[in-house]
């Protein structure tokens, strides 16, 4: 049973306008989450996180946000560049497991 | 420079050879993962390591073994390599308490 979800598998947009990735989760006990970008042929990095006590946090063009009750969260990058072009992780940690439940990813394309 | 490293990047390699994969980290972390990734597939985490003699398997079932004799050094070796375990392997280390995990830049292996 899959814990996180990123049910968009793709998305394409135009530089300037602003990108959403979506992010679903379904175990209640997840208390932090963060997003991961991924280029081809690399390992993740580390992009940006939000807490379960926030419902916003923000860090230059992106921003996440959070909503618990529908256990949601967003990755919110505006402007989009042409370098934002990867694949993005949202990934989930539950309290006091200090192991990450990854995501499938959402490729996101930006073109001019 | 702190960071972390996984040799080799790509390995192609033939039916029943026996296969390290490599990863070091510089950053005195306590905790290791390593996770496998197929295309368009989430990161599951294989193995784990909480420090020096602990070892767990995590949540996704793998033939690989690991060890952990000294902090810095997380190998994962495949006794038999088969084509079932083309794929790319992640190796992360993060510092104790909530936070993002680092990531390698992953081995991508293709059994032949």
């Known amino acids: 049973d899959q814990q996180v979800k990123q049910n968009s598998p793709s998305l394409s947009v135009q530089e300037g306008r602003i990108s959403i990735l979506n992010c679903d989760y379904t175990?209640?006990?997840?208390?932090?989450f963060l997003w991961y970008k991924k280029y081809p042929a690399e390992g993740p990095t580390f992009l940006i996180s939000?807490?379960?006590?926030?419902d916003k946090n923000e860090d230059g063009r992106f921003t996440v946000f959070l909503n618990k009750s529908a256990k949601h969260l967003s990755l919110h990058i505006v402007p989009s560049q042409p370098g934002d072009s990867a694949v993005y992780f949202c990934?989930?940690?539950?309290?006091?497991?200090?192991?990450?439940?990854f995501g499938t990813g959402t490729r996101l394309q930006v073109f001019p | 420079e702190a960071d972390i490293y996984q040799t080799p990047r790509y390995l192609v390699i033939g039916t029943g050879k026996k296969i390290t994969l490599e990863c070091s980290q510089t950053?005195?972390?306590?905790?290791m993962y390593w996770y496998q990734q197929d295309p368009g597939m989430e990161l599951h985490l294989i193995h784990y390591?909480?420090?020096?003699?602990?070892?767990e398997k995590g949540d996704l079932s793998s033939e690989s073994t690991v060890s952990r004799i000294r902090t810095e050094h997380f190998p994962l070796t495949l006794e038999s390599a088969r084509p079932s375990h083309t794929s790319q392997y992640l190796c992360?280390?993060?510092?104790?308490?909530?936070?993002?995990?680092?990531f390698g830049s992953g081995t991508r292996l293709t059994v032949v």
């Open positions: 939000i807490s379960s006590i926030k």
């Open positions: 175990n209640s006990m997840f208390d932090y």
């Open positions: 950053m005195g972390h306590d905790k």
């Open positions: 992360a280390s993060s510092a104790s308490g909530i936070g993002g995990y680092t």
């Open positions: 390591s909480y420090g020096v003699n602990s070892t």
């Open positions: 990934a989930a940690d539950g309290y006091n497991t200090d192991k990450l439940i």
